[in-house]
């Protein structure tokens, strides 16, 4: 999947990850989020750049600072210009949504990530709407799943919307 996704041409991911923000979008507009909880997008993962650009002014827009060393996943406020806050926060109250990318994701809406479980622990006490992004192909037949591991609410594809109850219609 890593491999696959690095080897994805620039056209491709600009083209795939306009048709997930057009998704993302409907649904945002939709339930008029005032906090959103979003990944800053690396390594050919899906762009957040055209979301964030449509809710900076809008939504109060959070993302994650992940230390693999210590194992914690802290937060930072997304100001205009994709600056950061200086300020980081442990937790975030109040979330309407939270957007997170993946390795693979299966129909359940079931997530791999990349192993060190921070989003799952993060997912794990939030009551809000919970989107995973992807590409298509990264949908796959079977996940593995640990006790720990979040179901997400929806995943976001460009071909598709799979989601676990009706949020988006």
Request: charged share 30%; proline share 2%; with cysteine.
């Amino acid at each position: 999947m890593l491999l696959r996704r690095k080897s994805l041409s620039n056209e491709e991911i600009l083209f795939c990850s306009k048709k997930i923000t057009e998704k993302l979008i409907n649904i945002i507009d939709k339930l008029k989020p005032k906090r959103v909880h979003i990944y800053i997008d690396r390594e050919n993962e899906v762009k957040t750049n055209f979301l964030i650009d449509k809710c900076i002014s809008d939504i109060e827009l959070f993302t994650p600072e992940v230390n693999c060393y210590k194992k914690e996943i802290r937060h930072k406020r997304i100001t205009s210009n994709y600056s950061l806050s200086k300020e980081t926060f442990d937790d975030i109250e109040n979330l309407d949504i939270i957007v997170v990318p993946g390795v693979a994701f299966n129909k359940r809406c079931m997530r791999l990530g990349f192993g060190g479980g921070f989003y799952d622990r993060f997912l794990s006490n939030k009551n809000c709407l919970k989107i995973g992004v992807s590409y298509d192909w990264q949908i796959i037949q079977k996940v593995p799943i640990c006790c720990h591991d979040e179901m997400l609410d929806i995943v976001v594809t460009e071909k598709r919307i799979i989601e676990q109850k009706n949020y988006s219609k």
